[in-house]
T-cell receptor, first 114, second 111 residues
């Protein structure tokens, strides 16, 4: 079974802090994704990565950056946290190039910026 | 720009009833339409998916109906059970990787 693990379930940070959200998958998947989930807005793609050291902007990349130094790990970085970044953050991974495969999600990190 | 529109935002159904959630998409190049189910405190998980070359797919009590000309697809849950209470997301993708999600529907099935 694929396991996507997000390092924190709940996180409280202060405005202006640099925040790191970590995600690890154990199935050697090439593609990894970061979403934020807000009520009434669904899941919105922040960034994704097709391979180590590669990254692509999603639909709402402003205020975020990512890092993928190892295949199994994909980090989301809030450079200077703001209150409008309070949200649920979800990481996902998928095997590339094998037809239509499901994205496997972690259980999320609920981030509060005070 | 939201490319997948989902309705209703919330739905309350009695046990044994039929739950219907609808989605509409804009990009005619989409070729994969999954539905994800999310329970509280958990990440979404794939429930059922369809490709546009078929009009219907059924897995147990869950059915996707697909109308290519109208650019719409829907999820039907027959004999809805309290254990089906969850948030449901439709999605669409091109070539199966990057997904565009709908806004989500919070389903409550009353006993």
């Amino acid at each position: 079974d694929v396991k996507v693990t997000q390092s924190s379930r709940y996180l409280v940070k202060r405005t202006g802090e640099k925040v790191f959200l970590e995600c690890v998958q154990d199935m050697d998947h090439e593609n990894m994704f970061w979403y934020r989930q807000d009520p009434g807005l669904g899941l919105r793609l922040i960034y994704f990565s097709y391979d180590v050291k590669m990254k692509e902007k999603g639909d709402i990349p402003e205020g975020y950056s990512v890092s993928r130094e190892k295949k199994e790990r994909f980090s989301l970085i809030l450079e200077s946290a703001s209150t409008n970044q309070t949200s649920m953050y979800l990481c996902a991974s998928i095997l590339q190039g094998v037809g239509n495969q499901p994205q496997h999600f972690g259980d999320g990190t609920r981030l509060s910026i005070l | 720009q939201q490319q997948v529109k989902q309705s209703p935002q919330s739905l309350i159904v009695q046990k044994g009833g039929i739950s219907i959630i609808n989605c509409a998409y804009e990009n005619t190049a989409f070729d994969y339409f999954p539905w994800y189910q999310q329970f509280p405190g958990k990440g979404p998980a794939l429930l059922i998916a369809i490709r546009p070359d078929v009009s219907e797919k059924k897995e147990g009590r869950f059915t996707i109906s697909f109308n290519k000309s109208a650019k719409q697809f829907s999820l039907h849950i027959m004999d809805s059970q309290p254990g089906d209470s969850a948030t449901y997301f439709c999605a669409a993708s091109l070539s199966g990787s990057r997904l565009t999600f709908g806004e989500g529907t919070q389903l409550t099935v009353n006993p």
